[in-house]
């Protein structure tokens, strides 16, 4: 009688086992889970994403504008007096350019009134050049005063004009018309310009 009941109670729990789909272990019995019963136990993905969404810089970025044109530089200029002595005497045109170059002067005037003038400053131009500052030469006839007649004046200025021309290869030069008759810078004028034309 104690076999028949514990063999029904043995026969109650796989029982129970197979409906649950549970491991009867206190027996020693496993009893697997039918297929049919058996349920998508896999957890939902819920990893998020951590590269960072690209920001719309559209509407923020600053507005850039187009630089204007390049314009033409100003430059400088300065006025020395190499042929009145004094000071220039004691200055070098090393020492004077390197002056000029501290100032950002790019131009240097001085005046011219003879032959031997002309050729001086034409030296000095010489060592302006290499160092990046251009002589220009303004030409003077203050001194030349008491002509007998127009043509005389015009011969004067004409010669003036020559003696300058071909001492140096000026960039620019400048008559002046200070104190004298307009005449004399026209003579000046085109004798510069001739003797230019030929060299």
């Given at each position: ?28 019995n496993t009893v ?9 136990t896999t957890p ?156």
């Amino acid at each position: 009688m104690a076999s028949c009941n514990a063999s029904a109670s043995q026969s109650a729990t796989n029982a129970a086992s197979t409906r649950t789909g549970s491991a009867d272990t206190s027996a020693g019995n496993t009893v697997s889970t039918p297929t049919s019963e058996l349920t998508n136990t896999t957890p939902a993905d819920t990893t998020t994403s951590t590269t960072p969404a690209t920001p719309d810089v559209t509407a923020s970025s600053p507005v850039v504008s187009t630089p204007p044109a390049a314009t033409a530089k100003i430059f400088y200029g300065a006025n020395g007096h190499n042929n009145e002595g004094g000071a220039y005497d004691i200055s070098s045109a090393a020492v004077q350019l390197q002056q000029l170059k501290d100032l950002g002067a790019t131009i240097y005037r001085n005046e011219v009134y003879s032959q031997g003038t002309a050729q001086k400053l034409a030296t000095i131009a010489r060592t302006m050049a290499a160092g990046g500052v251009t002589v220009y030469p303004v030409m003077l006839m203050a001194g030349f005063t008491g002509y007998a007649s127009e043509a005389n004046a015009y011969a004067t200025g004409f010669t003036l004009g020559q003696q300058t021309a071909s001492a140096y290869a000026w960039r620019y030069y400048e008559v002046s018309r200070t104190n004298w008759a307009r005449k004399r810078s026209r003579a000046m004028s085109i004798a510069s310009t001739r003797s230019n034309s030929t060299t």
